[in-house]
C-alpha cells in the first residue's frame, strides 16, 4: 500500500476521535439514513474522504475560534480600565480636607471616629489620594482586595451592593454623589474585600483613603494621646496657661474682655490656654476657695467684683497666697471717681435702664424677627441694612447679631432664575450689602442641614447644583447691585462680618469723629 494520504489518515486518526470530528464541524454524529452502505473491500480506502473533509471542518472551527478569541480580547482592550489614582498624586487642599473630614467623622462603618479630635480627621484627610473615572469606568468590584475607603467631591456612581455580599437589608443599588463614601468597611477588621461593584455614571473626581495609611495615621495617633496621658502634670505645668475669671454678676463683661484680649496672641497660647468662670460670688469664703485653686493650679484671676467685703477677701488672698489678680474695673472705676467726684457704689450685678437706647435695641429685634427670610417686603424701606445673598450664607444670625446692636436688618434669600420683589430696588441702596460663600462651605453646611432634617440625595447640596447657583448670583450682582458691597462669609464669623458691615457704613459718613455715636443717659 501507498504511503499517501490513504495510508496516513487512518493511521492518525483514532475511531473514537473520528466520531467526535463531524461534532467539531457543526454536524451530526449521526449517520445519515439516505447514504449506501460501502462494501466491506472499499471500507478503509472510502472513509479517507468523509474523515479528510471533517478534518479540515474542524480546522475552519479553530480558526473561527481563534480569530472570536482574538476579537474578544480587543473588545476587553476597549472596555475601561479600573481606575487608579493620578500618577502625581494630588492631595486635598485646606477646604477640601475640611470637607473629608466630615465625611470621615460621619462614616456609618467608622464609628470610633465620631467623637474624635479634628486634629485626626484632618490627618486622615490630608492623606487621601486623588482618583478621577470617566462615565462607564469601573472603580471598585465586588471581592477586590482594595482596602481603601472612597469619597466623592464630584459626579455620579452607581453603588451596587449583592445580596450575597450583604443582608437582604444591605443589598441594594444605589446613585452615590458628592459627600457619600463606599469601602469604609475594608479600613479595619480581618476582610480587605470590597463589598460592592461601584461604576462611574458621569465624570467623577474621588479621594481615596488606604488601609494603611489609615492604620498608620490611627496608630500615630494612639501614640500621641498616650504620650500626652504620660506626660500628664508635667505638660499642664510647663504648657497649660490657667485663667479664672471671678464675677459677683453674670461675668458677662469680664469673660467676655478676657477672650478678646486673648486674640491678640497666637493660636498656639489661645489653645492652650484654659479659662474658667466663677459666677455671683459673693461670700468672702467662695473667694478664698477659689483663690487657693488658683494658687495650685498657677492660674491668674481677672475679677470685677463691686461688693466691698468679696472684693477685699480677693485682694488679701491674692497677696497671702502669691497668685496674679488683674481687677478688670479698678483703673476705669478710680478714673470715674475722680471724673465725679464721687466714690463707687461698690453694688454687685446690674440693672437694665430702660432708656431710648435700650428701646432701640428691642425694636430694632423684633423688627428683624418679623422680616426675616424675605417676607413683608412692605416694611424693607424701614431697614438700616439690606443683606442679600443665597440660602444658608448666614444671613438670619447675622442679621439678629447686628439688630443687638441697634440695627433693623432685613433679609433676602436669592433663588436662580427668581426675580426678587421689586421693593428690593426701590428701597435706599446704600442699605443693601451683598453676601457670598464658597461653593465647598455651602456644600458643606447645607449637606448638614439635611443630615439634620433626616434627608439625603437632595439637589439643595448637590456641587453642581451650588456651583450654578453662586455664578447666577454673582452675575445678579453684577447686573441688579453693582453698588453693593460684597462680603465674602466663607471663612468668616457673625462677628467678624458684622463689623466689616459697620465699618462700611460708619467710613460713609466720613472719618472716625464723624461716625462717632452718643449713647442716652441712663433713666
Known sequence: MSSGRSGLVPMAVAPAAQARLPQLAGHSSAPSAAAPSSPPAQTAASSCAPVAVAAASAAVCLRRQRRCGRQRASLRRAQPEEVTSDAAERRPSAAEAAFLADVIRGAPYLPMLRMAENSLLLRLASLMKEVNAMPGDTIVKV???????????????????????????????????????????????????????????????????????????????????????????????????????????????????????LRQFGEERRRTSRTTVFRFVHDPKEVRQIVTLAANKDALIVYTL??????????????????????????LLTNLEGLF???????????????????SVVQAVEYTRIVDDGVRPSLWHEADIMLIGPSRAGKTPLAFYLAQQG???????????????????????KKCFGLLISAERLQTIRTQRMKKMGRSGS???????????????????????????????SNAGVMETAARIMEIMDRRKGDALAAATVDAPDS
Open 143 to 261: 471581592g477586590d482586595e482594595k482596602a481603601s475607603m472612597y469619597v466623592i467631591a464630584d459626579g455620579k456612581v452607581e453603588i451596587d451592593r449583592p445580596l450575597s455580599v450583604g443582608s437582604e437589608q444591605d443589598a441594594a443599588t444605589r446613585t452615590g454623589s458628592r459627600g457619600d463614601q463606599f469601602g469604609a468597611a475594608t479600613l479595619f477588621g480581618t476582610s480587605s474585600s470590597q463589598r460592592a461593584n461601584v461604576t462611574a455614571k458621569t465624570k467623577c473626581q474621588l479621594w481615596r483613603l488606604d488601609r494603611d495609611a489609615f492604620d498608620a495615621a490611627i496608630s500615630e495617633n494612639s501614640r500621641k494621646m498616650q504620650a500626652e496621658a504620660n506626660a500628664g502634670d508635667v505638660v499642664a505645668k510647663s504648657d497649660s496657661r490657667e485663667i479664672f475669671v471671678v464675677s459677683d454678676s453674670t461675668a458677662e463683661s469680664a469673660h467676655y474682655s478676657v477672650r478678646a484680649a
Open 306 to 331: 463691686m461688693e466691698p467685703k468679696a472684693h477685699k477677701e480677693m485682694v488679701a488672698a491674692c497677696e497671702e497666697l502669691g497668685v496674679k489678680g488683674c481687677d478688670l474695673w479698678a483703673t
Open 407 to 429: 440695627y433693623r436688618v432685613a433679609n433676602y434669600p436669592l433663588v436662580p432664575d427668581e426675580d426678587p420683589p421689586e421693593e428690593l430696588f426701590t428701597i435706599d441702596q
Open 341 to 359: 467726684d464721687e466714690k463707687a457704689a461698690g453694688v454687685s450685678g446690674r440693672r437694665q435702664a430702660v432708656n431710648d437706647s435700650y428701646m
Open 459 to 489: 439637589q439643595y447640596a448637590d456641587m453642581n447644583n451650588i456651583k450654578k447657583e453662586i455664578s447666577w448670583i454673582r452675575t445678579f450682582f453684577i447686573r441688579k447691585g453693582p453698588t453693593w458691597p460684597l462680603i465674602d462669609t
